[in-house]
């Protein structure tokens, strides 16, 4: 899968006061009414075990220059967010700078294999026109349009 490009984000949650976050590109729109997102966490992941505590999480959209924030919450610990610009919003740690972010409620847990996929019920959302980050073959990049003539405005 590592040929497959994909968005980047940092699906955070608070443990008492404590703001935590992991690096996900497992990340995917799930349900459009009610709106609904779910995300795929190793079993050993210390954020799903403060998901599975606080019952929410929220889900950082990176923008394309935020690849060092991506490096941050891509390690283990309690300190992942000493050194980045946050902000408690809907109740969650959300990053200054990001693309899109969309605050959840924990619907359901479902294991599959050794992730457990994460389902929530999606209670906020905003959106910043920035460029977003992506990964593709382990390197980080952003979406450019391609110059194609006539109409590409698919919806
Ligand atoms: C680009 C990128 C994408 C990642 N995607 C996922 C993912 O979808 N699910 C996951 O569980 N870990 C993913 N990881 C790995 C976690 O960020 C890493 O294992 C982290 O240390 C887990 O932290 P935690 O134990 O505090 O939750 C990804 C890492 C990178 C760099």
């Not at 966490?41 to 954020?47: I, Q, R, T, V, Y």
């Not at 075990?49 to 923008?63: C, E, K």
């Not at 460029?131 to 952003?142: A, D, K």
């Not at 349009?145 to 590409?152: E, H, M, P, T």
């Amino acid at each position: 899968m590592a040929s497959v490009c994909t968005p980047v984000t940092v699906v955070s949650a608070m443990e008492g006061s404590r703001p935590h976050g992991t690096t996900v590109s497992a990340v995917m729109s799930l349900s459009l009414d009610p709106p609904m997102m779910a995300v795929s966490l190793d079993s050993e992941s210390e954020l799903l075990r403060i998901i599975r505590r606080s019952g929410t999480f929220g889900i950082n959209f990176l923008a394309a220059e935020q690849h060092a924030v991506a490096l941050a919450c891509a390690g283990r610990g309690h300190g992942k967010f000493d050194s980045i610009d946050w902000t408690l919003v809907d109740g969650l740690p959300r990053i200054a700078g990001i693309s899109t972010w969309v605050a959840c409620t924990v619907t359901s847990f479902t294991q599959g294999g050794d992730h457990a996929i994460v389902m929530g019920l999606v209670n906020g959302v905003d959106q910043d026109s920035v460029r977003p980050l992506t990964y593709h073959r382990r390197e980080f990049g952003t979406h450019a349009a391609l110059a194609i003539v006539g109409d590409a405005d698919v919806r």
